[in-house]
């Protein structure tokens, strides 16, 4: 049995406190939501902190406010179930209730919180594992280590990106609120992300993510569509969000961002310019596909092979653009699970 290793646990009740102790523990100190990443990956030596500061008796944190036609304002406290069963989310933001409801299994996501999963770790085959599993690999530079083993002659690490909802909210052009010392910030998501699998936050280590804000859903649709091994529960080794502004049967604005297939959400900016303007015909959709399929380029640090997620990040773009059109969803088209 894998035991958690020592730490000292911190309730405050207030986000202001929890910016304090975070800021006077220093580095050793992390956050802790629901627990359902963080406390896995102690037990496994992935994280030692000294200090960890929860979050869970901040009153506030959780929540939804605002509506549809005004933008929605989610508190990073959140579940994923009370998230996906929102009403105004499940109605106007459907890619974020299906994205926030395809997380893990149902236990987990009545714990698992949306800031968690906005701030989940990335992933990696030789990471992801027990301390003697990577001990007898000697490690590797994400932890205890000096070098990739993915990608030995490489300075940096290529850990996965593999949040469920980070692709939605990037794709929806959703703004997150940061506290911290230095005061309070909203930024874009996309700006939260970094292109580094050990670094991928730009979060500042004393700063609380409070809360996501979406823009008003203004007649826009959403869907998003996830691979992985098993249905029942698996983290996703490919995710495609896609986001419409329509006017009419002519796409105003189009936003497609892949998860899992980089160590930061990859938005496909040319695919998107490529829609914006034009009807969404079959011939439109093939061609934007293959145009999405290429920032996509998975490494072999994942489950199922590289090649069939570069493969499928082609026809899942086209079938998640087919839904949003109304066209039937080919289903001999090579894909396997949705
Ligand atoms: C078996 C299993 C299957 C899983 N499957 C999936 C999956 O399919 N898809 C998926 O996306 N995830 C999956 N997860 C990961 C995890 O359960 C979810 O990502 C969950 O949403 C994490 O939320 P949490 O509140 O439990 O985060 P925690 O574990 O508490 O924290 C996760 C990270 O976020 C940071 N953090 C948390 N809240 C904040 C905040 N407000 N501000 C700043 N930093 C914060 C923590 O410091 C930590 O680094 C799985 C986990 C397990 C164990
Ligand atoms: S990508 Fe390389 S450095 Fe990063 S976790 Fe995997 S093996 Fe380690």
Same mark, same amino acid.
């Given at each position: 049995?894998?035991?958690?290793?020592?730490?000292?646990?911190?309730?405050?009740?207030?986000?202001?406190?929890?910016?304090?102790?975070?800021?006077?523990?220093?580095?050793?100190?992390?956050?802790?939501?629901?627990?359902?990443?963080?406390?896995?990956?102690?037990?496994?030596?992935?994280?030692?902190?000294?200090?960890?500061?929860?979050?869970?008796?901040?009153?506030?944190?959780?929540?939804?406010?605002?509506?549809?036609?005004?933008?929605?304002?989610?508190?990073?406290?959140?579940?994923?179930?009370?998230?996906?069963?929102?009403?105004?989310?499940?109605?106007?933001?459907?890619?974020?209730?299906?994205?926030?409801?395809?997380?893990?299994?149902?236990?987990?996501?009545?714990? /698992?919180?949306?800031?968690?999963?906005?701030?989940?770790?990335?992933?990696?085959?030789?990471?992801?594992?027990?301390?003697?599993?990577?001990?007898?690999?000697?490690?590797?530079?994400?932890?205890?280590?000096?070098?990739?083993?993915?990608?030995?002659?490489?300075?940096?690490?290529?850990?996965?990106?593999?949040?469920?909802?980070?692709?939605?909210?990037?794709?929806?052009?959703?703004?997150?609120?940061?506290?911290?010392?230095?005061?309070?910030?909203?930024?874009?998501?996309?700006?939260?992300?970094?292109?580094?699998?050990?670094?991928?936050?730009?979060?500042?280590?004393?700063?609380?993510?409070?809360?996501?804000?979406?823009?008003?859903?203004?007649?826009?649709?959403?869907?998003?569509?996830?691979?992985?091994?098993?249905?029942?529960?698996?983290?996703?080794?490919?995710?495609?969000?896609?986001?419409?502004?329509?006017?009419?049967?002519?796409?105003?604005?189009?936003?497609?961002?892949?998860?899992?297939?980089?160590?930061?959400?990859?938005?496909?900016?040319?695919?998107?310019?490529?829609?914006?303007?034009?009807?969404?015909?079959?011939?439109?959709?093939?061609?934007?596909?293959?145009?999405?399929?290429?920032?996509?380029?998975?490494?072999?640090?994942?489950?199922?092979?590289?090649?069939? +997620?570069?493969?499928?990040?082609?026809?899942?773009?086209? +079938?998640?653009?087919?839904?949003?059109?109304?066209?039937?969803?080919?289903?001999?088209?090579? /894909?396997?699970?949705?």
């Amino acid at each position: 049995m894998m035991r958690l290793p020592p730490f000292e646990y911190r309730a405050p009740v207030s986000v202001a406190d929890a910016v304090e102790l975070m800021g006077d523990s220093g580095p050793d100190a992390m956050l802790v939501a629901g627990g359902t990443d963080l406390y896995p990956n102690m037990k496994r030596r992935q994280f030692e902190p000294r200090v960890l500061v929860g979050l869970r008796g901040i009153r506030g944190l959780a929540g939804v406010r605002g509506s549809a036609a005004a933008g929605l304002a989610i508190g990073s406290g959140t579940t994923l179930t009370a998230t996906a069963a929102h009403p105004e989310v499940a109605a106007h933001y459907p890619a974020l209730a299906t994205a926030a409801g395809l997380v893990s299994t149902p236990q987990l996501r009545n714990v /698992g919180t949306l800031g968690g999963n906005v701030c989940v770790d990335t992933r990696c085959n030789y990471y992801n594992q027990s301390y003697q599993w990577r001990k007898a690999v000697n490690f590797c530079m994400k932890k205890d280590g000096e070098i990739c083993l993915v990608a030995p002659g490489s300075p940096r690490c290529w850990a996965v990106s593999s949040s469920d909802t980070a692709p939605v909210l990037w794709s929806l052009g959703a703004m997150v609120t940061l506290v911290g010392r230095g005061g309070e910030r909203r930024i874009p998501i996309a700006a939260l992300y970094r292109d580094d699998g050990i670094a991928y936050l730009s979060r500042r280590p004393d700063e609380v993510l409070t809360e996501i804000a979406l823009p008003p859903a203004d007649g826009v649709r959403s869907v998003y569509l996830k691979l992985r091994r098993r249905g029942s529960f698996d983290f996703p080794v490919l995710g495609v969000a896609a986001a419409l502004r329509m006017d009419g049967p002519v796409v105003r604005e189009a936003r497609i961002v892949l998860g899992a297939v980089a160590s930061l959400p990859r938005d496909c900016v040319e695919a998107g310019a490529l829609l914006a303007g034009e009807r969404l015909t079959a011939e439109r959709i093939e061609e934007a596909a293959a145009v999405a399929s290429r920032p996509s380029k998975p490494l072999d640090n994942t489950d199922l092979t590289h090649p069939y +997620r570069k493969k499928m990040t082609r026809v899942f773009v086209a +079938r998640a653009l087919r839904h949003l059109a109304g066209l039937p969803v080919l289903a001999d088209d090579g /894909g396997a699970t949705a």
